[in-house]
């Protein structure tokens, strides 16, 4: 199964805002990597990925997500 960045947050329970602080940035850039994910530092990929409980793998390797929007 693989993800959206938007969906990994919501799944797990957590806010654009609490995203945004976990990795250290501000919100507006959170939102901006979630609507264009390919944007987002690899190493903050890595790190949102911890956040999430998911790995990088099933959040940013795949075109579509297997979810239903």
């Known amino acids: 199964m693989t993800l959206t960045p938007r969906q990994a947050r919501i799944l797990s329970d957590l806010s654009q805002l609490e995203v945004a602080e976990r990795l250290g940035v501000?919100?507006?850039t959170y939102m901006k990597?979630?609507?264009n994910p390919d944007e987002m530092p690899v190493g903050k990929a890595k790190e949102f990925s911890?956040?999430?409980g998911s790995?990088?793998?099933q959040i940013f390797f795949s075109t579509e997500s297997?979810?239903?929007r």
Do not use: A, G, M
């Open 55 to 57: 790995s990088v793998d």
């Open 50 to 52: 911890v956040i999430v």
């Open 26 to 28: 501000h919100r507006q």
């Open 33 to 35: 990597w979630e609507r």
């Open 66 to 68: 297997t979810l239903s």
